[in-house]
């Protein structure tokens, strides 16, 4: 079983649509939680991150954490073309004093105008 | 926000080149940096993990004596590729963290050997 899970896509939307990304991972010391978009050829930008269970928004994006579950996700609201893009969940894993990442497959989002 | 700058952005080069990817991170400490290897369509992949004036940590399947990795300093890491072959054309990405910052992504180093 991977770590950390995503739907790979592709994922498509309509402009103005919410698009929702998903991310399940299997370790339970799992602490903090990140979502990351990355453009073609780019390298990933950080866009939410998200440590305790709940909700937490930043203008068009939420992302909601059930650590119950294992489970954290991506909503992006009143989608535009430009975020289209793939976007990679990543889960830190505290051991010692490394605190690594592990990232998802990515989901790519396309929006559609 | 942090910022991360990684040098060259892209790198084209004949087998049996070795090549030397810089890291800086520009307004804070990076206490640990972190390379990582993209290919096509796949996700990143952690190589190694680096803490300012310590030897880095390679994950499994890495060979430490082929992707050389130095962090003398808190702002700088460097990775030097040895003796690069064709299968090790890739896109190489750093990634800086200081204390109570998350992750912050250099742009990478698309590495091209002919």
């Known amino acids: 079983q991977k770590e950390v899970e995503q739907n790979s896509g592709p994922l498509s939307v309509p402009e103005g649509a919410i698009a929702s990304l998903n991310c399940t991972y299997s370790?339970?010391?799992?602490?903090?939680f990140f979502w990351y978009r990355q453009y073609s050829g780019k390298s990933p930008e950080l866009i939410m991150s998200?440590?305790?269970?709940g909700d937490k928004e930043d203008g068009r994006f939420t992302a909601q954490l059930n650590k119950a579950s294992q489970y954290v996700s991506l909503l992006i609201r009143d989608s535009q073309p430009s975020d289209s893009a793939t976007y990679l969940c990543?889960?830190?894993?505290?051991?010692?004093?490394?605190?690594?990442?592990?990232f998802g497959s990515g989901t790519q989002l396309t929006v559609l105008p | 926000g942090a910022v991360v700058s990684q040098h060259p952005s892209r790198v084209i080069c004949k087998s049996g080149t070795s090549v030397k990817i810089e890291c800086r991170s520009l307004?804070?400490?990076?206490?640990?940096m972190f390379w990582y290897r993209q290919f096509p369509k796949q996700s990143l992949m952690l190589m190694a993990t680096?803490?300012?004036?310590?030897?880095?940590?390679?994950e499994q399947g890495v060979e430490k004596d082929k992707f050389l990795i130095n962090h003398a300093s808190l702002t700088l890491s460097t990775l030097t590729v040895t003796s690069a072959h064709p299968e090790d054309s890739s896109f190489y990405i750093c990634?800086?963290?200081?204390?109570?910052?998350?992750?912050?992504f250099g742009d990478g180093t698309r590495l091209s050997i002919l």
């Open positions: 307004d804070f400490q990076a206490t640990t």
């Open positions: 998200i440590y305790s269970n």
């Open positions: 990543a889960v830190q894993i505290p051991s010692g004093s490394a605190r690594q990442l592990t």
């Open positions: 990634s800086g963290e200081g204390s109570n910052q998350p992750q912050h």
């Open positions: 370790d339970r010391v799992s602490q903090s």
């Open positions: 680096s803490n300012e004036g310590s030897k880095a940590t390679y």
